[in-house]
């Protein structure tokens, strides 16, 4: 029986033996019999990823009213290095680090070993050719070092004066196609720049790209200015003046530099937004002591008021759909956080933490609202959901208030100042990483995020 | 009649104030704006600044007679608040006196914060200290013809500084003489 | 024959029927789809509405601090593989006497004929031989065949979670998964690559669809997903013993950020 057993013991082992080998899944494993080996990576490391941006190569020798577009190659790949830099995801490298460059004939056929030598993760490369009506096409490319294949390409055709946007473009398409977010470069900033002494401020209307770049003032600071916010279609400001004496809303037109107050109201308007489809605005109207919040429809001029009671209703900030106002009240006692149909129907509060809350403004995506956090003595910013859950504080500064988000939700704006009097614009990530400071000619604070550019 | 070194004082006082005062309207120029800027009528960005008169009496009616006669044209709030307490009510109950006895003069009720608290809700609160004192004089019997209201928020604090002493002095109502 | 001696036999007997049986069940392999390549897309025509004047030479943004959170670290490599006895490589087969010294869940000398689950269920489970069962079940004996047979089909369950050790953190800090998307939190993504002796990845890996990826959050799967199969080219050559080659020869690694977040 032994030699039976024995005998059935081989049969069995060349049996599992052949199902190891059947167990085969077809496919490129054709070699060794064993299946594969299973592995677990619970962790990585968070970093910014290594990304080269050398100069784009010129696409011909052509010149443009904006320079030479060798010049523009060089400074696109800057502004893109810069735009990719400040989302704190993207570590872009040194050019002096550089091993090889990429001219015309390999902007489609990248030597991948040198870049992989330096350890970059991608590459961002690509031609700026001068076009005969005097603008030019700036075309994009990224490529996945490592793989060794090209990730995505656009090209982008704009005046001569536009080749930032051209730039901020290719940005935004390198930066959506590695993370998955949508871009939020090709945008501005509103903001309201101040200068002199704290008790008397000059304050001014300022505009600019996201970068800081292409930097101008939009009134004289002759008035004293609060709150600038952009309309949807970005051709339109609405922000608080004190012209002739008379605090209210106003609207500002981009194009022609054309300032038209806003209705005819009996108390002092201000705290003003637009609806997200650009018809409407909302806005705080403070008559005999009591503040409410109005919505005001600019063709028909018909206003509605849509908070009553005497508490001090303000800070409006329509959902991106719409449908809801997100405003702040201290009908309770306190600053707090309310939510309403925009019709004003079922106000109901969404801020329970601790101390104040106040100043809230909903996320174009309409997944979160930031708001200012007022405790122990300081304001930082802090964002919830809609529903007033998942509360966070992201800054704590002395004085954090005016959050305004990017674009694509993802990177909140907002005005920071010390005890001196000081103040400046300062932008996080939504994580609460990569608090940084934007470069501004003056002090400045209010600030709002475009939308981004079509 | 006042001898000449003191008029000569008065003089150059009278010359340095001027002189002080214009130095506040600050000339800035405006970078290249798209189109023509809207042409704006010169404000001020304090309302009611007057000039002392010369001869060292006050004119009557003026903000500094104000000053004078009711001791302060301004009166202070606790934090958060715009209830007047026992001081500002005395101090506006002046005012009341004040405007009584000069007919016809208009005021504006400023309402001011101090920097601890938001842009937008500090309009909101600067309204009501302004509505605040206001309510006061009418209760007093002025009437509201006038007086009108304007709330500056945290935007015009009256002394520069961070400390709880300059907070509690921003706090403020003040009463600004506007003219008959 | 002793009564033993047949319950021994009919039990062979059957083990080997369920096991034909096992061989000839087919099993779903998981559905690999390698993320499409980006289609190269036309030149897109932008029109700019309001052409700004340069004014001024553009101020470069404050650079960013890159702020690293606080990385996990990998786990500690593991300490260099038990020498193998010779035994324990060659054709490596899925049920192998275990070398004498090991703790054993095999069954006793008496017996070594026997199929003995307990160790297969041992292989199924990726940690090191739990308190052996000795009585035989064959109930759930395709079942663990079929669970056992494309994974760690390998011999010795302490080398196969030795090696794995050595991969993930060989590999782990090449991983940089992306920061702060909603979705990817929750993803998880398997990666199947093949080495050479070298330890060098063998032409691409092939990146599995990440599981909670929707129509929706597509975009971030993707961006996931490449994240994941740039660690694997990255970190290469892999420091593995030669003598288990075959262990590592084909490797399937699944990315689970979830410890992260």
Known sequence: ?454 | MTTTPLRLTLLTSLVLSLAACSGQKQEVAIEAPPATARPEAPATTTIGEQIPAMGGMTVPGSQEDLREKAGTDTVLFAYDSYELDAEARGVLARHAEWLRANPGVRVTLEGHCDERGTREYNLALGDRRANSAKNFLAAQGIGVDRLSTISYGKERPAVAGSDEGAFAQNRRAVTVVMGR | MTTAERNWLLAAGVAHIALIGALSLAWQHSQRLMPSPTDAVPVEIVTIADAPRVTEPPKPSVEAAPQEAAAATPSKAAPAPEPVKADAVPPPEPVKPKPPEKPSSMPSKTAPTSLDTSSLASLIDKALPKAPKRTLDTSRLATELNDAAPRNATVDPRAAATLAQAIRAQVAPCWNPPVGGRDVRRMTVIVSVRYSRDGRVVGLPDVGRPTGSTAANADYARAFAETARRAVLRCQPLKLPAELYDLWSNVEINFDPEEMT
């Open chain 1, 1 to 454: 029986m032994r030699t039976i057993h024995r005998l059935l013991t081989a049969t069995l082992l060349t049996l599992a033996t052949a199902t190891a080998t059947l167990a085969q899944p077809a496919g490129p494993q054709s070699g060794p019999q064993t299946g594969p080996l299973r592995v677990d990576i619970n962790a990585g490391l968070m970093q910014p990823m290594p990304i080269a941006v050398p100069a784009f190569a010129p696409g011909n020798a052509g010149t443009t009213e904006a320079g030479t577009t060798t010049a523009l190659g060089e400074r696109a790949a800057q502004v893109i290095a810069n735009d990719l830099r400040s989302s704190g995801l993207f570590r872009p490298l040194d050019p002096a680090a550089f091993t090889t460059t990429v001219g015309v004939d390999s902007v489609l056929a990248p030597d991948f070993a040198a870049w992989r030598t330096i350890a970059a993760q991608a590459l961002v490369t690509g031609t700026v050719t001068a076009n005969p009506d005097g603008g030019i096409t700036l075309a994009c490319y990224a490529y996945d070092v490592f793989a060794g294949t090209e990730i995505a390409r656009q090209g982008f055709v704009t005046t001569a004066a536009g080749w930032r946007r051209a730039a901020h473009k290719c940005a935004d398409l390198v930066y959506s196609r590695l993370t998955g977010e949508s871009g939020y470069f090709d945008s501005r900033i509103v903001y309201v720049s101040e200068t002199g002494p704290r008790t008397n401020r000059i304050k001014r209307l300022a505009i600019m790209d996201q970068d800081g770049a292409q930097h101008r003032f939009l009134t004289s600071g002759q008035n004293l200015v609060l709150t600038p916010r952009f309309a949807p279609g970005q051709q339109t400001i609405t922000y608080m003046s004190f012209e002739n004496n008379r605090p209210r809303v106003w609207l500002y037109t981009l194009g022609s530099g054309r300032q038209e107050a806003v209705g005819e109201f009996q108390g002092m308007s201000f705290a003003p937004r637009f609806s997200p489809d650009g018809q409407n605005l909302i806005f705080s109207m403070a008559v005999g002591g009591n503040t409410d919040i109005w919505r005001y429809n600019i063709a028909t001029r018909q206003s509605v008021r849509l908070t009553t009671g005497p508490g001090i209703d303000t800070s409006p900030s329509y959902s991106p759909d719409g449908r809801q106002i997100v405003f702040e009240s201290d009908r309770g006692g306190s600053q707090q956080i309310y939510v309403m149909n925009a019709d004003g129907s079922n106000q109901r509060r969404i801020s329970f933490g601790e101390g104040r809350s106040a100043s809230p403004v909903w996320s174009p995506r309409g997944d979160y609202v930031a708001f200012t956090r007022m405790g122990s003595g300081r304001f930082g910013i802090g964002v919830m959901r809609p529903d007033g859950t998942g509360e966070r504080l992201l800054t704590n500064g002395y004085q954090d208030e005016g959050a305004s988000w990017s674009p694509n939700g993802r990177v909140i704006l907002f005005s920071r100042s010390d005890r001196s009097g000081r103040s400046g614009l300062w932008s996080v990530d939504i994580s609460g990483l990569n608090e940084r400071r934007l470069a501004t000619p003056l002090d400045a604070s209010d600030p709002a995020w475009s939308p981004l550019l079509p």
